[in-house]
């Protein structure tokens, strides 16, 4: 079973996004977390299989999270989707400059997202 792991501080949000993935038929066990140290930590316990990760949160954002997972040399190939309402180009350009593999801005379509995390994970 596929593991994801969802770091989004919107506590709403952070359910939308697994009650969607629960509903996808991903066959995918999710766990949410609610900031960029909590993700860390938890990723260090026990490694996803891909991360869907916000850029704005408290204590450390994504882009210092992606980075963190990125030159890690046991996490460096973890596929880390960046969702945020930062939809700007230059948003996009910098989340995978820190090395994200997909930028999805909010609101997406839930179709994005499914296929997104599915192509990612097919490697």
């Known amino acids: 079973m596929t593991t994801v792991l969802v770091v989004e501080d919107s506590a709403t949000q952070r359910q939308m996004i697994s009650d969607l993935l629960k509903e996808s038929g991903l066959n995918a066990s999710v766990v ?18 891909i991360v869907v990760l916000d850029i704005v949160m ?32 230059f948003d996009k350009y910098w989340g995978m400059k820190q090395g994200a593999d997909a930028y999805i801005a909010k609101p997406f379509e839930p179709s994005e997202l499914i296929g997104t995390i599915k192509q990612l994970l097919r490697g």
Request: aromatic residues 2%; charged residues 35%; glycine residues 6%.
């Open 58 to 89: 408290p204590r450390m954002n994504g882009y210092e999270v992606c980075r963190e997972i990125k030159t890690d040399p046991k996490t460096e190939n973890l596929p880390v989707i960046m969702c945020s309402s930062k939809g700007e180009e």
């Open 32 to 49: 949410s977390v609610a900031d960029g140290v909590e993700a860390l930590e938890q990723i260090k316990n026990k490694c996803p299989d």
